[in-house]
């Protein structure tokens, strides 16, 4: 504080001078000494940790630490003078145990801390799992200065201790700071007091590994403060680095403006080649400070970031390794991932930089982001290593300045490595025989059916023009489970399974696809190709704009706000027409506006007949391009009746790609409209130009059938299938003359229509399958009442007769001497939304002892039910698993007044049921259980968290 004294006042000097040389006469240990920052961890090791710790005074640098609080051992450092004229220590402990807990306390001179603790990361063969925690933005808010404290120790702190446990240094390993944790870097105090002060108790224990963000303004206090891996490019050490635990890889980038360089990307590539072939990292973490795409602030964004994000997209796919880009810059909440590779966007802020509200500035809802939210918060990533690699990743709210506090989980994922792919969807409509309308036709696909019980996480729709070749599809749409945007979810009531295609060619043929996501980022292979053709329409007209390439200068158009200039290839430093020798720009190059409007006027009078009869569409677009991926150009429509009055209008088309691109749409024309107004506009996001271009502009009226075709879902109207195996014929499962032989048809038809909600089953044996493979099973993903006992001719369930009739489903294929090549599960019930029930039948012959299928090889009831599955007044027999025998159930589920008599697989633990996971709640009524196994502990086993229920008319015992 001196220097900084006499820099502003050189006429103390002498007095400065008088009271210097008077310290260094009074003994040191009379001197007033302060700890400034508190210890603090920094680039851990298995074998090594660096302490870092801030006085005032003092250059004494000493580590005292042990296994005990009695510590025992010393080691000595060194210092430095910072920017602020305090003495920065760092102790370099070294030779230490992996994953091992040490006990430590900081001495300089006559101070010394209190003993703080930490735990070394384990060996990389370790396998061990760990938990990250993840924040940006720090930086504090002159109106609300004490988020970031707060968020730390009422909100991090306490979560952790409630959800993981205690002490701090066994739970938490590491922490993830991509940038801006000081709101100027050259601000010495703001160090000490905004950033290490507050979160002491988290900084004594944990390690933190920053990426610089714009505030740190590059300032040689972030590289005095930090001791980073030095494993980056030579000449920019700590810019950029990479850290190991356990099986992640973290890459901390450099994401500023100065060294938005090759020589980064070229060791980001040097870096995933080595990763690849890393047999010990499965995931591979990068945290950057700037957004490659922002929801709720455009002007963040940084192509760079997307460069790197183009390498970690390309790495997930060559590698089979996930990936995410965590940022910042924005001060809001969002995730998403990409389109075609295992890849998650992550912005982890804002952790106390004041937040980003909807509307405050230019938003975008960008289709990779599944949620966006104008929050403080924090993100926690816990990650399990193993022969099972997988990480969650958890959103937690502390509210926004009006509400802040709490932790409260907003969002979560699972991503695996060992993750198994969706089944390929099947295609229903349009099918090869139909014929759709070309202004609007609903593609629809069956149900989506995920082998390890993944949500459905997207739908991805194609089509084309080549039955083979989708690479330039004439439409295309990828749709995500969820789209939170401006505190609206647009996905609520999408369930996927459907997708409205619109402005294709009318009378020409066209080939559709599909392909289903689950939400731990596996796609599944596409659909079949299915060949359409699309309903022949009459041309009205052809264009009807005047001058629609600015040809003509700006002949026909009318500025109605800003202008509209017609541009020649590269004048006033604009871009290259589309096509012919000029462009329009909206807003504008040489004269510039924030904001521009024109229109031109149709008359289509001429057409009133077939308008006023609802039979008249136009199809308008343009070509439309900006100058950087920022300004907007857009277009509308206004239909206009006789006397000049707007009665009706189309949504806004806009653009911003740099890229010159066909936008196009296609609607109907109002009855009664006389004049179609056409509107051109551009708006400026960034710059001082605005860069909203737009060519060959059109607008033409076609006539025809104008009705949207969809799909109608076959089925009988009585919401029932019939199964008989002895029904005389037909199969339409209509009746019990023409019942399905095969209960798998009735369920195929079952788990496509949501008209068919009962099946009714006919006394006779039905098998699972006929052919030999033993992986087959009933599944049943819709919400239907299955009901056995009949003898094929009752017109209600009362006249059933269980015991005289029964309706046998079995797992018995191949060789009948053997249960062992019998299916692993006779019945899967698995992503229903609403309740299911099984109701009077025989369910026999399952034998669960695969790798991968070890229980339930009576029925397998998923956790991905969301509602309870009923069992009752069934029989189960001859049924074995490793676990679970007659029934494995991870949801809700509800046996009654059944029967259940099995054995078990020799040389397990065994159980006839097994109900397993927080999530299982069973409950057992009027049923008797017996097993064939006198020395297994358990029949019924109750695992994981679930809940059993079993009233007193319940019997259990072996044999």
């Not at 905004?194 to 990426?211: H, I, K, M, Q």
């Not at 600015?550 to 027409?577: K, M």
């Not at 308008?620 to 429509?637: F, I, K, R």
């Not at 005389?728 to 209509?734: F, I, K, L, Y």
Request: with cysteine.
């Amino acid at each position: 504080m001196h220097l900084l004294l006499l820099a502003r006042n050189p006429h103390a000097f002498t007095f400065a001078l008088v009271i210097t040389l008077a310290c260094l006469l009074v003994p040191s240990d009379t001197k007033a000494q302060t700890v400034l920052v508190q210890p603090y961890l920094q680039d851990a090791e298995p074998t090594s940790m660096v302490i870092m710790w801030e006085t005032n005074t003092n250059t004494e640098s000493i580590i005292q630490y042990g296994l005990t609080q009695s510590l025992g051992s010393t080691k000595s450092g060194s210092n430095i003078t910072t920017l602020g004229s305090t003495i920065l220590h760092t102790v370099s402990l070294t030779g230490l145990a992996p994953d091992t807990r040490y006990y430590y306390k900081a001495v300089t001179g006559g101070w010394q801390s209190a003993i703080y603790d930490f735990v070394t990361p384990p060996s990389r063969n370790s396998e061990k799992d760990f938990n990250i925690v993840l924040m940006s933005d720090m930086q504090k808010d002159g109106g609300n200065p004490n988020i970031f404290n707060n968020l730390i120790n009422t909100s991090l702190l306490p979560y952790v201790a409630a959800h993981y446990g205690t002490p701090l240094s066994d739970h938490l390993q590491m922490a993830v700071l991509p940038g801006d944790v000081v709101d100027n870097g050259n601000s010495y105090l703001q160090w000490k007091n905004d950033f290490f002060n507050p979160a002491e108790v988290l900084w004594r224990s944990v390690p933190c590994y920053p990426a610089i963000g714009n505030h740190e303004l590059n300032s040689q206090n972030y590289f005095n403060y930090y001791t980073l891996p030095a494993n980056g490019t030579p000449g920019y050490l700590e810019h950029w680095y990479y850290k190991d635990y356990s099986n992640v890889r973290v890459l901390a980038i450099n994401s500023n403006s100065p060294y938005r360089i090759q020589a980064q990307l070229n060791w980001v590539d040097s870096i995933l080649n080595l990763t690849c072939s890393d047999t010990l990292i499965d995931f591979v973490f990068a945290e950057m400070h700037h957004p490659f795409k922002s929801e709720l602030w455009i002007p963040g964004e940084a192509t760079y970031t997307g460069d790197v994000v183009a390498r970690l997209e390309a790495f997930s796919e060559n590698c089979g390794k996930p990936t995410v880009h965590f940022f910042g810059h924005t001060h809001a909440y969002s995730r998403g991932q990409s389109r075609d590779h295992q890849h998650l966007w992550v912005n982890v802020a804002t952790s106390g930089g004041n937040i980003d509200y909807w509307g405050e500035y230019a938003n975008v809802d960008y289709d990779e982001y599944v949620i966006s939210q104008d929050e403080y918060g924090f993100v926690m990533v816990e990650v399990t290593a193993g022969p099972t690699p997988k990480f969650v990743l958890k959103r937690l709210s502390f509210g926004d300045q009006y509400n802040p506090g709490g932790s409260t989980q907003v969002d979560s994922l699972m991503i695996r490595i060992n993750n198994q792919a969706p089944l390929a969807p099947v295609t229903l409509f349009p099918k090869t025989t139909d014929t759709v309308s070309s202004v609007c036709m609903t593609m629809e696909a069956g149900a989506f059916t995920d082998p390890d019980a993944d949500g459905f996480g997207a739908a991805h729709w194609q089509i084309s023009t080549d039955s083979a070749n989708f690479s330039a599809p004439v439409f295309e749409s990828w749709k995500q489970y969820a789209n939170w945007y401006n505190e609206i979810n647009t996905q609520a009531n999408d369930d996927l399974t459907n997708e409205e295609a619109s402005d294709l060619a009318a009378g020409q043929a066209y080939w559709w696809r599909v392909r289903y996501r689950d939400q731990s980022l596996a796609w599944s292979p596409w659909s079949a190709h299915t060949r359409f053709m699309t309903r022949a329409l009459d041309t009205l007209s052809t264009n009807l704009v005047t001058n629609p390439g600015a040809e003509n200068g700006i002949t026909g158009w009318t500025a109605t706000t800003g202008v509209i200039e017609s541009l020649n290839p590269l004048e006033c430093a604009g871009i290259n027409p589309y096509q012919g020798q000029k462009y329009f720009a909206v807003g504008a190059l040489c004269v510039e506006y924030a904001f521009a409007s024109a229109y031109q006027d149709l008359n289509i009078a001429s057409y009133s007949p077939l308008i006023d009869a609802g039979n008249v569409i136009t199809n308008y677009g343009a070509y439309m391009a900006d100058y950087a991926n920022s300004d907007e150009p857009s277009l509308a429509l206004q239909f206009l009746n006789g006397s000049g009055q707007v009665i009706g209008g189309t949504d806004t088309i806009r653009h911003r790609l740099s890229t010159w691109m066909l936008k196009q749409n296609t609607v109907a024309v109002p009855v009664g409209t006389r004049t179609i107004r056409y509107i051109v506009m551009g708006t400026r996001f960034s710059g001082t130009d605005n860069d909203s271009y737009l060519d060959n502009i059109f607008c033409a009226l076609y006539a025809g059938d104008l009705n949207c075709s969809t799909y109608s879902p076959p089925g009988p109207t009585s919401g029932r299938v019939y199964v008989d195996i002895n029904s005389p014929g037909g199969e339409d499962g209509q009746s019990w003359l023409t019942a399905y032989h095969k209960l798998g048809d009735a369920l195929l038809e079952s788990n496509t229509d949501p008209s068919v909600h009962e099946i009714w089953i006919a006394d006779g044996t039905y098998p699972v399958t006929s052919t030999n493979a033993r992986d087959t099973s009933f599944v049943i993903k819709s919400a239907v009442d299955i009901y056995g006992g009949f003898a094929g001719f009752e017109t209600s369930i009362a006249q059933r007769d269980i015991p005289n009739h029964a309706s046998i489903l079995t797992g018995e294929i191949g060789d009948t001497s053997f249960v062992t090549d019998n299916c692993y599960h006779v019945l899967k019930v698995q992503n229903n939304v609403d309740t299911v029930v099984i109701d009077g039948v025989h369910i026999r012959d399952g034998y669960a002892d695969g790798p991968a299928d070890l229980f339930g090889g009576g029925v397998m009831i998923a956790v991905s039910n969301r509602e309870p599955v009923m069992i009752t007044n069934c029989r189960f027999d001859n049924n074995y698993a490793i676990q679970g025998s007659s029934v494995f159930n991870q949801a809700k589920a509800v046996i009654n007044s059944s029967l259940i008599h099995n054995a078990v697989i020799e040389g397990t633990t065994g159980c006839s049921i097994l109900n397993a996971g927080s999530h299982a709640l069973l409950t057992i009524l009027n049923t008797s259980v017996t097993q064939q196994c006198i020395t297994c502990p358990d029949i019924i086993q109750n695992i994981n968290g679930a809940t059993l229920i079993a009233n007193d008319n319940v019997s259990i015992e072996r044999e």
